[in-house]
């Protein structure tokens, strides 16, 4: 493929994306849906690290770290999705991680954030405040759901600056890759076994297409978006990667017979612009 396929590659992992996750909130078992999921990283990723080198001990606490923040992120999803809709969760959670991201870049990491970026993120704030709002003012019963979408904004922001930290510290990007998914997939098959004990394993066997699907998907997404990171502009497919958001507000509608509304198409889309100003503001 050519750097001109670039914009169809990092669609296509949009939508993949989008939809693995929408697997996971329509599944009925959505505990044994993720672990399924994790049992399809951990055999690939233990394939693909026969034929890559190692990555450098640097890697280890990075290692270690993307896998506790990516268990973390995976248990809150199935606890988010349990609570309400897909179309107005999916985008919260995934609007959220940029702003974190340029803030704790900000804050933390004393990175100066020039007007643009400043800008962008209230452009983001202002769409994720329109998605918590559809419908009026949550009530009591709704903020958990929302709660947990931005939550799992936070997990997604945190994991991607340690494993941005990770690939560098690894001397072999591939290698990281690999063992990000082994480990991370160990680490959430335990903690759903802790959850669900002896319920699991017969669990398992009732549903796999679904969890290896998502598996699947989730690993071709990723894939697609590190091959268009080397061919083409960052801020570009950063930015087309994250139209999953408006992807996954019509599968709600269209899929999951969700209620779309103007405002929460408006709301997913100003995330999305408020996205792409933030990266090309870079």
Known sequence: MTQGAVPVVVLAAALLHAVWNALVHGVRDRMAGVAQMNLVFVAFGALFALFVPLPGPAALPYLLGSAALQTGYQLLLVRAYGLGDFGQLYPIARGTSPAVVALLAATVLGHRMPAGQLAAVAVISLGLAGLALVGGIPGRDQLPAIGAALG??????????????????????????????????????????????????????????????????????????????????????????????VIAALIGTL???????????????????????LEFAH
């Open 255 to 277: 899929v999951l017979r969700e209620r779309l509304g103007a405002l929460r198409l408006a709301a997913s889309a100003t995330v999305l612009t408020g996205i792409a100003l």
């Open 152 to 245: 799992n904004g936070v997990l997604i922001a945190g994991y991607t600056v340690v494993d941005a930290g990770g690939v560098r510290a690894a001397n072999s990007a591939a290698g990281y890759i690999a063992w990000m998914f082994v480990l991370q997939g160990l680490a959430v098959l335990a903690a759903v076994a802790a959850v669900r004990r002896r319920t699991l394993l017969p669990a398992l066997r009732g549903g796999g297409a679904v969890g290896v699907a998502g598996g699947l998907m989730s690993l071709t997404a990723y894939g697609l978006v590190v091959w268009a990171q080397t061919v083409g502009d960052l801020p570009t497919i950063a930015a087309l990667r994250e139209t999953s958001i």
